[in-house]
């Protein structure tokens, strides 16, 4: 698995994992693998970076 994070802003990240393994999904099996990908969001209160949003893509 191979796992990549892009800044996209100051307060916007994108965190992704590429799965080169063999994964099934149903009936099939997918020989490429797959990604799963996610984003969040930052904000900063007083002194405290506080993650706010935090959204998931299976």
Same mark, same amino acid.
């Given at each position: ?8 802003s ?11 393994r063999?994964?099934?999904?149903? *009936?099939?099996?997918?020989t =490429?693998? +797959?990604? &799963? ?6 904000t900063? *209160?007083?002194?405290?970076? =506080?993650? +706010?949003? &935090?959204i998931?893509?299976?």
């Amino acid at each position: 698995m191979i796992q990549q994070n892009f800044k996209i802003s100051d307060k916007l990240w994108q965190l992704g994992i590429i799965d080169d393994r063999d994964v099934p999904f149903h *009936r099939l099996v997918l020989t =490429k693998g +797959t990604t &799963y990908n996610s984003y969040f969001y930052t904000t900063i *209160r007083g002194n405290t970076k =506080k993650i +706010t949003h &935090y959204i998931c893509d299976k």
